[in-house]
């Protein structure tokens, strides 16, 4: 029996596994670094013990470490959580020779399962239909082909190639950062990602859970997921899970996984692989079946039995949105800074299933929160289960909406746009979804009105907080004057740059009149010290209320409530019509520093993990010079033309932070 258990995974998954734990009467331990310290899974565990270091692979990834801290806290079983270490043979069979329980597949599967070819082979001679693969990409003659990695997960390493014109240098990419060797096998254009949750346990019970459709992805990481997929109905449901459970026969899996497939918009699928863990959207199929999962992981790897005497019924509909801390400015990098705050309206349920139909949040974050350059880019998962997939997907926009999520930007607008787009309502997606519809990536709050009263919005709740705290007068108006002269004026950096607010009020304490103008940022020293705009094409506006924390206008006839909270000089406004971010600017900003020509800086902060050119070389327009590593994923830095590098200051493993120089390139 499972008495006490280390949890080897931070954030989120800690904090589900934590919950069902607690439920079931488990003791937990949990594992931290400095950064994590203050993390609310920490807090949350019986125990907790500090691996010395800071970046993944010196902690949470390393095994050795893991086991060593799990028998200091004596801990008598591990949890892997749903990454890299779910999926070692090594680190499981290390664990179970300490005389722990491992919770998960058994080494000799994961053995199996390490290489994709091998585990393809033994599933296509059990009768699962595969796709053809071609392990020497040389005699690849069919295009378009997909390159993949025989053992990277995460996407790392793929592409698509559509001509054979590049295909050695793909090929040899791909091998770089994957780290190992790939394989090729045909693109199936318009397709969608089908996965079958499946449990088996020691005694030859395997039971499918339904299937999870998960074809919205960037970069091939799932954003969106479903269950049950609009494109399934119950007799091709039937096919994929009798295909599942031959798989996992054929392979000797037992544990929790799930078994991926493509299918095609004729409904022909293939076998693509199993991960061997619970995925991170396991919520959803929690939702619709009424199981923990996570209880029915325990109860297998104590070798118990299964208590469901099949697939259990699917209850409604549920959809799940991952919400990551990404710049949607900077190419959709990871994002970091403070999580100032993180709230999610009508949350039902965290954590585990939901009695009835509503909202769900697993998060590893709260108010406060420090999202780091060594940690993942998600920050928590909201999913919504509802009697139908409209109600499902309406109820799940409506919250993202109204959520504050301040102090690092992240991809809601991407995803509220997603879930109210009429191909998704349609339920018209494959895995080419995004590329198809690009319009999806422009901001929530577009409409230039809409942001100007924001602005506005975020003027008057600054005045009415300054004029809260002056010595002399405080009940008058902001901006009331005896003789009506200047006008109240602010500037901020704004969505689409620096622009300058301002508003004038009458004897009666009545708006008058406001504007918001672009400020040409070469003139920002003499923004808000000139005249006002000698036309004013802004809707009439009324102000009904005003503090520093909620300002409710009257625009042309239409009520609006903004929400604005101020950290320093930023504030977050929020509305029904989304949300803007506005960092104030100073009337006398100090100058900025100059930096050469050529000179290529660090897009956000990381460690820089491969440096690929040297001091003098000529380098090609587009080529790849340095990556920099953060948030568990490898960013490329490009030369943006073709010359000559002139200084090359950073090296392997430096720590760099955003705006760092990375390296200075003399253009020809």
């Not at 390159?147 to 390493?157: L, N, Q, Y």
């Not at 031959?246 to 918009?265: K, M, N, P, Q, T």
């Not at 519809?437 to 907080?465: I, K, W």
């Not at 506005?582 to 100059?594: G, I, N, Q």
Request: glycine share 8%; net charge negative.
């Amino acid at each position: 029996m499972i008495r006490r258990l280390l949890v080897a995974s931070p954030g989120e998954i800690a904090r589900r596994v934590f919950a069902t734990c607690r439920l079931v009467g488990i003791e937990t331990v949990a594992v931290y670094t400095d950064a994590d310290s203050d993390a609310p899974y920490v807090a949350e565990a019986d125990y907790a013990v500090h691996l010395p270091g800071c970046t993944p692979a010196s902690t949470y990834q390393r095994g050795d470490v893991l086991i060593a801290a799990a028998q200091r806290s004596g801990a008598n079983a591990l949890y892997p959580g749903n990454g890299t270490l779910a999926e070692d043979p090594a680190f499981a069979a290390a664990v179970t020779e300490a005389g722990m329980i491992w919770v998960g597949a058994p080494p000799k599967t994961l053995g199996v399962l390490h290489s994709k070819i091998e585990t393809k082979r033994i599933v296509a001679d059990a009768g699962v239909p595969v796709l053809p693969t071609e392990t020497d990409p040389a005699a690849v003659t069919q295009f378009p082909v997909l390159i993949k990695p025989t053992a990277a997960d995460g996407g790392r390493g793929m592409r698509v190639l559509r001509d054979p014109v590049t295909l050695a240098e793909a090929v040899a990419a791909a091998r770089q950062e994957a780290g190992g060797e790939v394989f090729c096998e045909p693109y199936v254009e318009d397709a969608r990602h089908i996965e079958i949750p499946i449990f088996a346990d020691v005694h030859g019970a395997v039971v499918p859970f339904g299937e999870r459709e998960c074809s919205v992805q960037r970069r091939y990481q799932n954003i969106v997921e479903e269950t049950p997929s609009p494109a399934v109905d119950p007799a091709l449901r039937e096919e994929l899970c009798r295909a599942a459970i031959i798989a996992v026969r054929a392979i000797g899996y037992v544990g929790a996984g799930s078994v991926e497939f493509l299918l095609d918009s004729d409904g022909g699928f293939w076998f693509l692989e199993l991960t061997p863990s619970l995925q991170v959207q396991h919520a959803v199929t929690e939702c619709v079946s009424g199981y923990d999962l996570v209880r029915l992981q325990l109860l297998v790897s104590e070798g118990g039995s299964l208590p469901m005497p099949g697939p259990p019924p699917i209850r409604g509909h549920a959809i799940e949105v991952r919400i990551c801390a990404e710049d949607p400015a900077y190419a959709w990098l990871p994002a970091t800074g403070t999580l100032h705050r993180f709230a999610v309206p009508d949350v039902a349920g965290s954590f585990r299933p939901l009695s009835q139909p509503g909202l769900r949040l697993d998060s590893g974050v709260a108010d406060g929160s420090v999202v780091g350059v060594h940690r993942d880019s998600m920050l928590a998962k909201l999913v919504a289960w509802a009697p139908t997939r409209q109600e499902a997907a309406r109820m799940l926009a409506s919250a993202l909406t109204r959520s504050q999520l301040h102090g690092v930007v992240s991809n809601r607008d991407l995803l509220v746009r997603v879930l109210r787009h009429q191909s998704f309502r349609a339920g018209d997606t494959d895995t080419g979804f995004l590329d198809r519809h690009p319009e999806v990536f422009a901001p929530l709050l577009s409409s230039v009105d809409a942001v100007r009263v924001s602005c506005l919005a975020a003027t008057l709740a600054g005045a009415a907080a300054r004029r809260a705290t002056a010595p002399v007068l405080a009940s008058l108006p902001s901006g009331w004057r005896n003789v009506p002269s200047g006008s109240q004026t602010a500037v901020y950096d704004g969505p689409a740059g620096p622009v300058e607010v301002g508003y004038r009020m009458n004897r009666q304490g009545e708006l008058a009149g406001w504007w918001v103008r672009a400020v040409d940022p070469e003139e920002l020293d003499l923004a808000g010290l000139g005249q006002a705009p000698t036309i004013d094409d802004h809707p009439p506006t009324a102000v009904v209320h005003a503090d520093g924390t909620r300002v409710i206008l009257d625009v042309s006839g239409i009520r609006l409530s903004f929400g604005v909270h101020r950290v320093g000089d930023v504030s977050y406004v929020d509305s029904p019509e989304g949300s803007v971010t506005l960092r104030e600017l100073s009337r006398f900003p100090l100058p900025a520093l100059d930096t050469a020509e050529g000179s290529l800086i660090a897009p956000l902060p990381g460690a820089v993990r491969r440096v690929l050119v040297v001091p003098g070389q000529r380098v090609r327009a587009g080529e790849l010079l340095l990556t920099l590593e953060a948030m568990k994923l490898e960013h490329p830095v490009h030369a943006p033309s073709a010359g000559v590098v002139a200084s090359l200051p950073v090296q392997p493993g430096a720590e760099v932070d955003t705006g760092e120089l990375l390296a200075v390139l003399d253009p020809e």
